[in-house]
């Protein structure tokens, strides 16, 4: 029993973090584009730091323009 509740406060904890760690990201995204992200770019962006990682989601902030990032963000497939 006190290794599920361990359990799920660790779980609870890493949600947190990773939360606290997204919302800078989160931020700038938002800065770049002029506006806030929707709540579809917000999950995609999430997705993406899954499956493309960091440097990736840094590299396309910093070498897009506000609209090419919008148009990345609403590309199921870009890369």
């Keep these: 029993m006190q290794s599920s509740l361990y359990k799920r406060a660790h779980q609870s904890g ?3 973090g990773f ?3 997204f919302e800078p990201l989160a931020h700038l995204y938002h800065r770049r584009l002029g506006r806030s992200l929707t709540d579809d770019e917000r999950k995609t962006l ?20 506000a609209d ?12």
């Design 14 to 16: 890493d949600a947190q």
């Design 19 to 21: 939360e606290r760690g």
């Design 46 to 65: 999430r997705a993406r730091l899954d499956t493309h990682g960091a440097d990736r989601l840094g590299d396309v902030l910093l070498d897009l323009s």
């Design 68 to 79: 090419a990032l919008a148009a990345w963000l609403a590309d199921p497939d870009a890369e």
